[in-house]
């Protein structure tokens, strides 16, 4: 199933206050009926994210005078992912590449499940390589997530 996600408002959803380039910001995902609403939130506004929220993530207003990021190849990627999968202690990093990659519709998120230990798996689909992945979600915790973000933006760009 493909949702079509709102791009940035540029606003504070709870001041109204016009977030600047360069700014640091938070976006929510809630569902409205059938239609997923993005709400963004200015850091000094952010309480976390409300007990609907879909997802959340946090990123940055794109600063006019800095050049746009240029991911690696998707092919690059897929396989940076296969790579990860034989690395235990990065499966958060692995996770969160494979959001980067249904994001950039690479890969495409078919069902959740729960396994034989109480854990939440994610079934991704890849229809360049006509693959299917089950992967078990590992959300990293906020601490590790820039960190992460720092590496894959060193290792894929």
Not at 16 to 34: D, H, K, T
Not at 37 to 61: F, H, N, V
Not at 118 to 144: H, Q
Request: net charge negative; with cysteine.
């Amino acid at each position: 199933m493909d949702y079509e996600i709102q791009r940035c408002t540029r606003h504070c959803a709870t001041s109204g206050r016009e977030l600047a380039p360069g700014e640091a910001f938070y976006s929510v995902l809630r569902a409205e009926g059938a239609d997923l609403l993005r709400l963004d939130y200015a850091t000094d506004a952010w309480q976390g994210p409300p007990e609907d929220a879909i997802g959340w993530w946090k990123s940055q207003i794109p600063d006019r005078s800095t050049q746009r990021k240029h991911w690696a190849p998707n092919d690059v990627m897929l396989q940076f992912f296969d790579e990860l999968a034989e690395q235990p202690l990065k499966q958060d990093m692995r996770y969160v590449l494979a959001l980067l990659l249904v994001r950039r519709r690479v890969m495409r998120m078919e069902e959740s499940e729960v396994d034989e230990h109480g854990r939440e798996i994610v079934v991704l689909y890849c229809p360049r390589r006509e693959a299917t992945y089950r992967l078990a979600v590992a959300e990293p915790p906020p601490s590790r997530a820039d960190e992460i973000q720092e590496e894959l933006a060193k290792l894929l760009e």
